[in-house]
Every structure is written in structure tokens, then in C-alpha cells.
């Protein structure tokens, strides 16, 4: 049943297809064309992009989580999403929120009407904080700076909205590219040897998904420790419970997608701890962008520069997988220094910036 919005807009919650090429997966695809519209639109670039197959894995509410979708259309044409999800970790507070509508129809009212609703869901659900991650297009004009004290957003349409509707800047990440052509083997390779002479006690493991049954316990409790040992600021950072068959499940809808996963760790010899990790992949599209995503070394193993190693490893494991995949791109906070230091050194550059917001409902 289809909401009013305003004399022009209205919002439709979105039922998801059992797959993306059914019969009845039209609405759904169209909803995904227009999420890479809206992307491209706002950030001038399509490593976001994704196919109707592999979006709707992550659109699915499961065990951790549950998760509300709704397309929004003017005069009949969806002109974006809404999302809200709503984690089931033991006390969360929270629900993750964003409304992403294309630029060309932005000024007349339609985001503060939906917000409403995705207020409407966190409260059910008896939910006190919404927090939002967003990336703005660049800008020279006036910025506005993360509570930490640690970069800074323009202050522009999208951020005029969120302070407008009472949500504050507390953190910002910077979107760092890594160009894979020239000299960036030889610089890779040198800094892998020098992390290598760093970590005497550890030894580095590769794999690809599926993950081998004897690390799933350590890596699921390396999942956990993202949660609670990464920076998170000022925003509500629950504590996740990963355990064998979450890292299971979360594999499968990686399959699903057609997607590749190395995950690379650093094993501490004596104790066979795993110590940190980091995982790097690419969907289908052997020529993609590759991304890079989660990275950690737990607070008691670090010093030992585990950091540098597993991500100079994975780099050098993936330059065999992907060849022909020639960026990589890769998201972390701007107060998290260490793993920018690491970054920078290996030859990653800044091209955007996306900011972390919070409200808490009255």
C-alpha cells in the first residue's frame, strides 16, 4: 500500500522477490537500477554499482538483523530508496537509516517526508538512536567538521538536511584509491618486507571464501573485535556477536553475489591466535574497481606492524586473483591514523569523504 509523500511523491514499501530474475522482480530491479543512478549521480563514480542479483542478498532482514525497504517515486517514477535496518544485537539502541534519492529531484520535500516513517520503524522496534552513513559530492565551498575533531564534510544540501533534522556529525571517513598500475608493485613489495622483519611470531594465512572450518572460530571472533576495537567516535557501536555459523551464513550471500573474497590474516605462531586481518574483493567484473573491506589487528597483538602485513599480503595475493582489476578503493576514519599512515604509504590518495551522522529521538 502506497503512502502520500506530498502532491507530487509517495513511498511504497518494497516486498522482496524470491529472486532477481522472477517473474514478479520488476519493481525490485528497477529499485536497483536507480540505487546505482543515485550514486553515480551523487559521487561522480560506479564502483558502487550493483546488479539486481547481488543487491537483493543484502536487502534481506535475517538473523541478525531486520531490514525495511521502501521504493519512492514521483508521478509514478522511482526516483530512489529508503532503508532502514534495525540490528538484533543483545541492548542495541540503534537503527541504521539512509534515504537516497537522485539530486534531480532534491529541494522539494520529499526527504523530510519520509523521514517520518523511518522514524516510525526505529521507534517500533524501541530504538533511541538513527545513524547514518553518507557520502557528499565534493565541494569547495564551507565544510563542517566531525565531533572528533577529525575531518570534515561540505556543508551542502545533504548536510543542511541531516543538521536540519537534528542529526550531528560525528565522524568522518575518508575514501582513499589506489591506482594498480606503475610503480605500486615495487612500493608494495618493499614495505611487505619490512612488515615481514616487524612480525617476527607471525605468519600470514590466505584463503577465499568459504572460510577452512578450522579458522571459522578465530575469524568470527575477529569479526566480533571490528565492532568494539575500531574507531567509532561519538556513534552507538554495538557489540556483535559473530560466531561460526554467522560467518557461514554471511559467505553464502558472498557466493550468492557472485562476489570474491580473500581474507588474509596474521597468526600468532606459538599460540595460534589469529591476531588481525583484512579482506579485499571484486564482484564478477574481473576489471572492476576492487574494494577493500574490513581490516583489524586486536588491541593486544598490535606494535608488531600486522597491519602493514596482511594488507602488502593481500594486495600481492590479489594482483594474481584480479589482474586486470586496476584500482582499489578502501573507506576508514579520519582519526584512525595508524591504518592511515599504512595507506598512505602503500600509495592510496583521498577522492571523497563520507560522514557518519546520529540523532537521537526524542
Not at 94 to 123: C, D, F, M, N, Q
Not at 153 to 158: C, K, L, N, Q, R
Request: charged share 25%; glycine share 8%; aromatic share 6%.
Amino acid at each position: 500500500m502506497s503512502i502520500v509523500l506530498t502532491e507530487e511523491a509517495t513511498l511504497h514499501p518494497l516486498v522482496l522477490p524470491a529472486r532477481a530474475d522472477a517473474a514478479d522482480a520488476g519493481e525490485f530491479r528497477e529499485l536497483a537500477r536507480v540505487r546505482n543512478d543515485v550514486y553515480r549521480a551523487i559521487t561522480g563514480r560506479d564502483e558502487q554499482d550493483l546488479e539486481p542479483e547481488a543487491l537483493l542478498p543484502l536487502l534481506r532482514s535475517r538473523s541478525e538483523r531486520t531490514t525495511v525497504v521502501w521504493a519512492v517515486r514521483v508521478a509514478g517514477e522511482t526516483v530512489g530508496r529508503a532503508v532502514v535496518d534495525i540490528p538484533h544485537e543483545e541492548g542495541s539502541r540503534t537503527a541504521i537509516a539512509s534515504i537516497e534519492i537522485h539530486p534531480r529531484v532534491w529541494g522539494r520535500g520529499i526527504g523530510s517526508a519520509v523521514l517520518p516513517h523511518i522514524e516510525a520503524v526505529a521507534r517500533k522496534y524501541g530504538r533511541t538512536v538513527i545513524q547514518n552513513w553518507t557520502e557528499q559530492p565534493a565541494s569547495s565551498g564551507e565544510r563542517i567538521t566531525a565531533r572528533t575533531g577529525h575531518g570534515s564534510v561540505p556543508d551542502d544540501h545533504v548536510s543542511r538536511f541531516l543538521v536540519r533534522h537534528g542529526f550531528a556529525l560525528e565522524q568522518v571517513y575518508r575514501v582513499s584509491r589506489l591506482d594498480l598500475d606503475g610503480p605500486t608493485a615495487d612500493r608494495i613489495a618493499a614495505l611487505h618486507d619490512d612488515a615481514r622483519r616487524a612480525a617476527e611470531g607471525y605468519r600470514v594465512l590466505q584463503w577465499e571464501v568459504p572460510t577452512p572450518p578450522e579458522h571459522l572460530d578465530g575469524y568470527a571472533w575477529l569479526k566480533s573485535r571490528m565492532s568494539t576495537d575500531a574507531p567509532s567516535a561519538g556513534l552507538e557501536a554495538d557489540e556483535e556477536h559473530w560466531d561460526a555459523d554467522r560467518v557461514v551464513g554471511a559467505e553464502e550471500r558472498i557466493v550468492e553475489m557472485r562476489q570474491r573474497l580473500l581474507i588474509t590474516v596474521a597468526q600468532h605462531i606459538e599460540s595460534g591466535e589469529l591476531a588481525g586481518f583484512t579482506e579485499i574483493g571484486a564482484g564478477p567484473d574481473p576489471a572492476a574497481t576492487t574494494h577493500q573491506h574490513d581490516t583489524l589487528v586486536l588491541r593486544e597483538h598490535r606494535g608488531h606492524r600486522l597491519g602493514q602485513l596482511v594488507k602488502c599480503a593481500s594486495l600481492a595475493r590479489w594482483r594474481e586473483i584480479a589482474p586486470q582489476s586496476r584500482a582499489i578503493v578502501t573507506y576508514n576514519a579520519e582519526e584512525n591514523r595508524p591504518m592511515l599512515s599504512i595507506n598512505e604509504a602503500m600509495g592510496f590518495e583521498a577522492i571523497a569523504y563520507e560522514g557518519a551522522w546520529r540523532k537521537d529521538l526524542s
